[in-house]
């Protein structure tokens, strides 16, 4: 059973920090097949994808958080990181990271089927 766990989420305040990660366990397979991504959700919105990562190292980001957010792995502790800087309001969501085996590595959640319970990030004016 594969598991995710999020964690890092907070209150910050615009132009400040947070590094967001997830660590995963239960998989089956190696590294080396899997896409892992963020995504985020506010109240009333759907969820969108920010960035993804494959298992190559290359990365793929939301317009609206390129230069602002980066995603990066650590396999040896088999955890995934969110690196959000320049927070505005609008960053304010519930952050879940998702993973899936093989295809493309795409920022479109329905093509993930393994997700986290997510952490809440809210940024003030």
């Known amino acids: 059973q594969v598991q995710l766990v999020e964690s890092g989420g907070g209150s910050v305040q615009a132009g400040g920090s947070l590094r967001l990660s997830c660590a995963a366990s239960g998989y089956t397979y190696t590294y080396s097949s899997i896409c892992m991504g963020w995504f985020r959700q506010a109240p009333g919105m759907e969820r969108e994808g920010i960035a993804a990562i494959d298992f190559d190292g290359s990365t793929k980001y939301r317009d609206s958080v390129k230069g602002r957010f980066t995603i990066s792995q650590d396999n040896a502790k088999n955890t995934l990181y969110l690196q959000m800087n320049s927070l505005n309001p609008e960053d304010t969501a519930m952050y879940y990271c998702?993973?899936?085996?093989?295809?493309?590595?795409?920022?479109?959640?329905?093509?993930?089927?393994?997700w986290g319970q997510g952490t809440q990030v809210t940024v003030s004016s």
């Open positions: 998702a993973a899936k085996k093989g295809g493309l590595c795409l920022l479109l959640s329905e093509a993930y089927p393994d």
